[in-house]
């Protein structure tokens, strides 16, 4: 898979994972990770009483991450004019 920003400018670059919303594949530069919280209620086959929090590695391209920013944005907001 090569990158989906790249081959916008006609250059084949390898994708280096997969942007968590929309699936396009992204590079090293495009790349923009950022973590979320996942509740775990195993570990293995143990069975956790308490949910633990774990920060998941996750990829986002440049075009989510805009999206993500300016729905952040408009939620301080209020979510008034967005």
Same mark, same amino acid.
């Given at each position: 898979m090569h &990158?989906?920003?790249c081959a916008g400018r006609n250059v084949e670059q390898p994708a280096v994972g997969a942007c %968590?919303? &929309?699936?396009?594949g992204v590079c090293a530069q495009h790349?923009? #990770?950022d973590h979320r919280p996942v509740t &775990? $209620? %195993? /570990?293995g086959l143990t069975v956790v009483e308490h949910p633990t $929090?774990?920060?998941a $590695?996750?990829?986002r391209c440049p075009s989510c991450t805009q999206v993500r #920013? #300016? /729905?952040a944005a408009?939620?301080?907001q209020g979510g008034r004019d967005c």
């Open positions: &990158c989906f920003d %968590m919303d &929309c699936g396009a790349a923009h #990770a &775990c $209620r %195993m /570990v $929090r774990l920060p $590695r996750i990829l #920013a #300016a /729905v408009c939620e301080t």
